[in-house]
């Protein structure tokens, strides 16, 4: 049995106790079955395309201006894109081989996440949390996908293990303090660099130390911090030096639009930051995290302010117990609300991605789980409430191991294994990406197609690079054209992606459209249809030449390498 620490939890009562001592006594070998389980389930899972989000081919493409010109990838966590690079600079850029890489750091974090919870919590607590994150389809979509979460899911449990070692550890020395308080600093650093919101690891650290009324601690550590990001702006200054500007502060302001791509409507004013906690907690709560642990429909969109507020009953229920028995919990549970709270408060309601949810779910069904047992032990006693949690946890597995096993598909695996690399992709896509993949091996260097999802073109384009469109602020053709001729593009390609990836109600994401039709109703004969791809009732993509001099302008000077693809 592993080592209890003084925050370990006490054996429950009845039936609860037998269980607990089967976990306790087979919790390594518990462990390892839900390893091998999470990577056969991974790979039955594995997806071998791009996906269709695009943040993906986004991060791809960063890794490899990394390798070929020693470009800072300052946009978004830059440290994932270095990650990949190391991979692309030393075997070339291998697509699968990248992915691989997700599966190995998903299956690195299990293991953290193991010896996170390992004699910090109920043996059987562990075994179910470990159980349920082994066969979510949900998390293990990312393990095939070049994403940062799986990186930032082992940063953050490796975090949380250095934190909570560091803020228990008694008798230390100003010199061993301050040395800690640097470990931790450097991975809260690390996190940080990996994804923005990493930064809200600090608020957690400070405020549980503060809690605990460990104020020397706290100053150290923060301190430490300051140290170390002033240390990495130094590293950065002499590799990269400072022609290179960081991309932060125009982030920071599209944060603060109401809407990310309207200005014109402004910025959020206090009650807006209210509004958009309250939205995005009905999203992510009664929407996402139900349909993530089985208990809505995988297709369902509602959400539900009463689901919302149980979840968050739920989860002070959790809290105030863990205060009292389970520090670690509680520390669980401030590291999870702190988190969220920062996600829901900065980020707007239009993105509704659970994927900004997704690098906390172990934490949180470890945290809805002990709610629920420690509402029912109030109320109904200890026994029950280990069976009313079973329950739950029975319900919800099942939902979640049905749901993964529907979206094994074995045929669509061999398919892009023996290199058809379209298969599983929806007809608009398969038509958009195959005249991405014809334009790179068409058009020549001086030549640029510009299109609407230009990183994940790239990546079907053997390297190609496009230049990206997604939305424009006249009608002016004459400024619309003069815009594609400052930035080299002699072609356009004009997908027909569906507005909603499930459905083909004709409804498309129709920027582009409108942008060649405000051109073409002042100079009829500026584009010349030079390829379709798919036909007219299968969502068609069409590849367009830019012919400038119908409308009186010259041809430009095309270097796709000088035009502003981001």
């Known amino acids: 049995m592993a080592k209890q620490t003084r925050n370990a939890p006490k054996p429950e ?44 081919s986004t991060y791809l493409c960063r890794a490899m201006e990394v390798v070929a010109s020693g470009r800072y990838p300052d946009f978004q966590g830059p440290a994932y894109p270095l990650f990949l690079s190391l991979f692309i600079f030393a075997f070339g850029f291998n697509l699968i081989l990248l992915k691989l890489t997700s599966l190995a750091c998903m299956l690195t974090g299990h293991w953290l996440l193991y010896r996170l919870l390992r004699g910090r919590v109920n043996p059987l607590l562990l075994v179910a949390v470990l159980g349920l994150t082994a066969v979510n389809s949900w998390l293990l979509y990312y393990a095939s996908q070049t994403y940062s979460e799986p990186l930032f899911m082992c940063v953050q449990y ?21 040395a800690a308080s640097a470990a931790v600093a450097a991975v809260i650093l690390a996190a940080m660099l990996v994804r923005t919101i990493g930064i809200g690891f600090l608020i957690v650290a400070a405020l549980s130390l503060c809690i605990d009324r460990k104020f020397r601690k706290a100053f150290s550590l923060c301190l430490a911090f300051v140290l170390c990001w002033l240390l990495w702006l130094g590293v950065y200054h002499v590799v990269w030096g400072s022609s290179v500007k960081s991309k932060s502060s125009g982030q920071i302001e599209q944060l603060m639009l109401k809407h990310p791509y309207q200005p014109e409507n402004g910025r959020e004013d206090f009650m807006g930051f209210v509004g958009r906690f309250g939205g995005n907690s009905k999203l992510y709560l009664s929407k996402h995290f139900a349909i993530i642990t089985g208990f809505k429909d995988a297709d369902s969109r509602e959400t539900s302010t009463p689901l919302t507020v149980l979840y968050y009953l739920i989860f002070a229920a959790a809290m105030v117990r863990a205060y009292r028995c389970n520090r670690f919990v509680f520390f669980a549970g401030l590291h999870v609300a702190v988190m969220l709270a920062v996600t829901f408060v900065v980020l707007q309601v239009l993105w509704d991605q659970y994927r900004l949810m997704i690098i906390y779910l172990p934490l949180m069904m470890m945290l809805e789980l002990y709610g629920v047992y420690a509402i029912v032990r109030y109320v109904l006693g200890g026994g029950v409430a280990v069976g009313v949690a079973g329950l739950l946890l029975f319900i919800g597995g099942c939902s979640s191991v049905g749901n993964s096993l529907d979206r094994i598909d074995l045929m669509c695996l061999r398919s892009n294994l023996m290199g058809d690399k379209f298969v599983g992709y929806t007809p608009d896509w398969v038509n958009y990406l195959t005249a991405c993949e014809y334009a790179g091996t068409t058009l020549g260097p001086d030549e640029c197609a510009a299109c609407r999802k230009p990183n994940m073109a790239r990546i079907y384009a053997n390297g190609k690079k496009f230049y990206g469109i997604y939305s424009f602020d006249t009608e002016d053709a004459d400024e619309l054209l003069r815009r594609l001729s400052d930035n080299g593009v002699t072609h356009v390609i004009l997908g027909s992606m569906r507005r909603d990836p499930l459905v083909n109600d004709g409804t498309i994401i129709n920027t582009l459209h409108r942008y060649v039709a405000y051109v073409a109703q002042k100079y009829p004969d500026a584009f010349q249809l030079v390829r379709t791809f798919g036909t007219a009732d299968t969502e068609p993509a069409y590849l367009l030449r830019v012919r400038y001099d119908a409308a009186g302008m010259t041809y430009p000077n095309n270097d796709p390498d000088n035009a502003k693809k981001d």
């Open 13 to 56: 009562p009845a039936f609860g106790q037998g269980l607990t001592r089967f976990a306790a006594r087979n919790q390594k070998t518990l462990f390892w079955f839900s390893f091998g389980l999470m990577a056969v389930m991974s790979l039955l899972l594995f997806n071998m395309r791009v996906s269709e989000g695009g943040d993906d």
């Open 158 to 178: 490796l975090f949380c293990i250095m934190f909570l070692r560091f803020s228990e550890r008694t008798g230390l020395t100003a010199r061993q303090t301050f």
